[in-house]
């Protein structure tokens, strides 16, 4: 087995002689430089090599796992060069590997009389990969891209113009906004789309900060030649489907009033040059893009919630469903509701009314196990990707084959209705049911047309045929295939009768496709036929003999010339059939999308039932109502892991009473953990699923925004400092009093001094003037104080308990701070070796008496100075100056003085004297 494995991964041999090598060696030095974001590959139509080292080294590692299949051209000459050689099966692998999970450009050069550059693609762009990258698979991923420019407006404003292509969907959304420095909305809008790459027109002035911005949020950035434009109107004249009746001209489209964002558009559009691809004509819709209409959500939550799986994650992993929130309520069964569940759970709503239908229907499919069962595995697991059949029909490249899938789509449709209706759930029908059937009666046409060109029988032996009954030419071409084909059999009768072979048919009559009809008996038989002169022998192969005899060899001519004409009269049958289904576009597009919606829901249903304890329905209440209540909330990854028994805990937020918990507690405590299921469940609330509590309680937010360990953010140029005072001023300037706030361990990538610094400013700005709903996770004990001076301010932590020889975590979530700090017990716990843990038990301790000591002396200060007032108070005696107004002025001095001071004893004499007073 092993012998096997390594022999399918060798590389095939480059067919290349020392001259033709010697050529492409001085053709690749011609081609001169590549950004190092593309990777070129040549096709030598045996093999296809990559060059130079970066292409080579990445290439193969991903093919091959290793370094050690690169090769050099002419590895004894001065002038050589690098490669790998690959299989058509791992150039596949490759660019499938380069485009969707590594986000890099691909260009393919092939040999024609000189080598010339064939195909390219992007990660937003991956028109011309679509058959290696989705051939036999299913489109599970989005492709959209984005392009944008940005203009300075008034000296200090940025107008941002965003144009975004969703291929797929065939959709153009534009918007534009100002911003602000810090490129906050723009943010918010490339967390939303989620784009896998952007056009810019330049990567200098002000699109440094654009530039650093994508980065962070893992998109490619693509400067386009400026090569001859393009006319934005006649392309959308092209490209827009404009509906029945209005006028085929974009003129006058309101869209096209943000004159950045049209721009932007043009651009996109030439560069994915979409009017050249017959499948998009006609096809595209454009939209205003609203973001109100969405929960903002910055880059920092997204990650931190841990939205979207790892790029490359494939649904059938098991690591899926485990890694993301995607991964959780991902249950779909069709590639539209996988594409669909990846938009709605990057794209929150902020209506209620839409999130009311989405739980109605969830609460309704519990309510009723058969029919979820019955919808997700009789119904939708056998519905086929519409869309790209849609595509396929618009390109002309869909089969007869194609068109009786969609076909089936539209005969199973009513089942899947009736299921429904069953449910007698007002929202059920309305939402799902009602819409269904428009588009079905739309397709009605679409149905009988089918039923009255295609050979269902011929399906049922495997072949796609239209029916001869539907053409008289098809009838006549069929009537004399039948005839010679009866003659053929009656030959067989007579040659079975002449070769007198032992019993009754031996001689098989058959049709292959390179020989047309012939004769075949075992080859055990070959000497009786050998006798017979008037046979003759047309090849042997393991399953006998197969011959034939000239009158055989007329019919199976005459007949073969038939059903060459029958394929051709069929194919522009098939042609014509197809134009006509490409009217259907439309209604099968939205069939598309209500069954991707259907899938959705069944699918959040599943996940809710599935979950080691089930999610519970959320009570939303409206924006501004100032509640959110989680009883015992789990984090729905987290839960799915096995060795992890989950430890639930409950928040309970109320506008003004409580608007921010400042988290303290040991490392690995569960801090992180406890603030992320918080946020987790919101976004999973306004999604339209259900949540991983046992009691939900939600006010609609605007925003989750978040700030989390500095470590997986750090970026070229940009310092850990930097990086978190950009985060968190965009919290500062998009938090409302409706949004929810996660941050954790803020700070802590600068000094401890800075560090608290910021996070105390931080905290105390949200609490005291957003008063948006805070969860504050952080290891600066001083900021608990902020809860002695704003009542809003709940401190709490997570509980630990520890003697002599245990440290355990107890992930539960209690009020108040946290006594004490164990970090030198959670140090043990991670098997940190002892002498280590000693060690920093005894700088510790240290450190402890040194902090003593200080604290003495500034005591010893105080006091001094108090005593030197009273001194002054004293020797004044009946000094008419001092009056009672200045006294209590010294003596709130004092107090004020003590409290800042922090000191054990003066806070007890402070106390005691208050007591007394
Ligand atoms: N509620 C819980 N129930 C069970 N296990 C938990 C719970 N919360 C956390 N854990 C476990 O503890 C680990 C550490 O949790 P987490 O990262 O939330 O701690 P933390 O307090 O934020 O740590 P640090 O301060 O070091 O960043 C998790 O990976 C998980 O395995």
Redesign the pocket.
Known sequence: MQAKATESRREPTLPMDTNARRNFIKYHAKLGEKPSTTVRFFDHSDCYTVHGSDDCELVSKIVYKSTAFIGALLPDEKETLQFVSLSKANFELAVRELLLVKNLRVEVYIKRNEWQLEYRGSPGNLLQFEDILFANKEVLVGNNMISLQVKLEGGTQRRVGVASVEQNDCQFQLLEFLDDDFFTELEATVVLLGPKECLLPSVEGEYVPVKALLERNGVMITVPKNSSANDLLQDLNRLLRFAKGQQEDATGLKELQMQLASESLKVAIKYLDLVNDAGNLGHYEIKQLDLKRFVHLDSAAVGALNIMPKPGTHPSMPSYRWQSILGVLDQCRTPQGHRLMGKWVKQPLRSQEILNDRHNIVECLLESSDTLETLSLDYLKRIPDILMLTKKLMRRKATLQDLFRIYQVILRTPKIVQVLLGLENSTVESVICSPFKGFLEDLTGLKQMVEQVVDFEAIERGEYLVKSSFDSRLMELQQTMNELYEKMQRLQSKCNDELDLDGKQQVKLENVAKLGYHFRITLKDDSVLRKNKNYRIVDVIKGGVRFTSDKLEGYAEEFASCHSRYEEQQQSIVEEIIQVAVGYAAPLTSLNNELAQLDCLVSFAIAARSAPTPYVRPKMLSEGAGQLLLNDV??PC??L?EH??????SVDFKKDKCNMFIIT?????????????VGTAVLMAHVGAFVPCSMATISMVDSILGRV?ASDNIIKGLSTFMVEMIETSGIIRTATDKSLVII??LGRGTSTYEGCGIAWSIAEHLAKETKCFTLF?T?FHEITKLAETLQTVKNCH?AAVADADNFT?L??VRPGVMEKSFGIQ?ARLANFPEDVVQNAEQVYNEFEDEHADKQNKEDKALLEKIQVAIQQLSTAGNNTEINVEDLTQLVTQFTQDIKQLDSDYFKSVLASSEAKA
């Open positions: 789990r984090h987290l839960e892991q992890v028994s989950f430890i639930a805990n507690g040991p490392n690995m405590g569960g801090k992180s953990t406890y603030i992320r299921s360990g954790d361990e996770a290891h997570m975590l992930y539960q959670v």
